[in-house]
């Protein structure tokens, strides 16, 4: 048997995937837990809209949020992409200010698919929904380090200057 041949093994918790000889790698994939924790992200961003934004926006069941969330992340995942490239000269326009009417659309079709189970009143409240949800979500994915959104401050030492006079600086005479 090869070094690199797949050896399938079970152990008393999980189903373990490796390489001959090697237990302990798990078949819950990376990929996987960034997707569980990027959707239950976006069911407690849409859960939040909907607590602030009752009345207007409403699910029938729990089950229905958490697929209406499940459908707004599929949907942003693969429609998405196309929408902003159509788009892009929009885009750039509005510096990057009409991808919350890109999202408001995804929301707005989400209702529109799921009908009674996740409703939207109309377009200008899944605009405001689209804006809680975009709020709401930037932070959790920075707490969490899940999405792009990266936060990094840095400190910098003062550059020191290595001309025979010292100075602070370059000088523009006038």
């Known amino acids: 048997m090869s070094r690199f041949a797949p050896c399938f093994t079970t152990s008393a918790n999980a189903l373990s995937l490796g390489r001959a000889g090697e237990v302990g790698q798990k078949l819950v994939s990376p990929g996987f837990k960034k997707f ?22 409403r699910y029938a069941t729990p089950a229905d949020l958490f697929v209406a969330s ?13 929408m902003l490239l159509l788009a892009l000269p929009l885009l750039i326009f ?6 919350l009417v890109i999202n408001a659309a995804l929301l707005y079709l989400v209702h529109w698919i799921m009908g009674k189970g996740f409703e939207v009143d109309s377009f200008g409240w899944a605009m405001l929904g689209s804006l809680v949800i975009s709020v709401i979500s930037l932070p959790l994915n920075i ?28 000088v523009i005479d006038v």
């Open 36 to 57: 569980i924790q990027s959707w239950l992200i976006n069911t407690l961003a849409v859960l939040v809209t909907v607590v602030v934004l009752r009345g207007h926006i």
């Open 70 to 82: 499940l459908l707004l992340g599929i949907l942003n995942a693969f429609i998405r992409p196309f």
């Open 94 to 99: 509005t510096l990057g200010l009409f991808t």
């Open 143 to 170: 707490m969490t380090g899940g999405g792009n959104a990266r936060l990094a401050a840095r400190r910098h030492q003062r550059p020191t200057d290595s001309k025979p006079g010292g100075g602070n600086g370059p």
